[in-house]
């Protein structure tokens, strides 16, 4: 499990990353191959792909999109499951 952050989470194998990918994918970009954003207003999450080699769902991402549960991040070699923990009815700053 890779934690996500409110704002800007850039991924990337380098400690200096947000989300460290360093499974032993070389290709991965030391800092910033790819970013997830998470908006607290709109409690919606996008990828920003920052490399040639990012996919969504297996099609290229070359431009800011939005995330959906279960979609699958392909970014070099490596390839991820995007799991949700909050969303449009729940969220982490929630009072209730």
């Not at 994918?25 to 999450?45: E, G, K, L, N, Q």
């Not at 969220?91 to 209730?96: A, G, P, S, V």
Request: hydrophobic share 40%; glycine share 8%.
């Amino acid at each position: 499990m890779l934690a996500l952050h409110y704002g800007v989470n850039d991924i990337g194998r380098s400690d200096k990353s947000r989300v460290r990918l360093d499974f032993g994918d070389s290709a991965i970009m030391p800092d910033s191959h790819a970013a997830i954003i998470y908006t607290a207003r709109s409690r919606r999450f996008y990828l920003q792909s920052l490399t040639a080699e990012v996919e969504l769902n297996g099609q290229p991402a070359q431009e800011s999109l939005e995330l959906a549960g279960g979609a699958i991040l392909q970014l070099a070699q490596t390839r991820l499951r995007f799991v949700p923990l909050c969303g449009a009815d729940f969220d982490w700053r929630d009072d209730d």
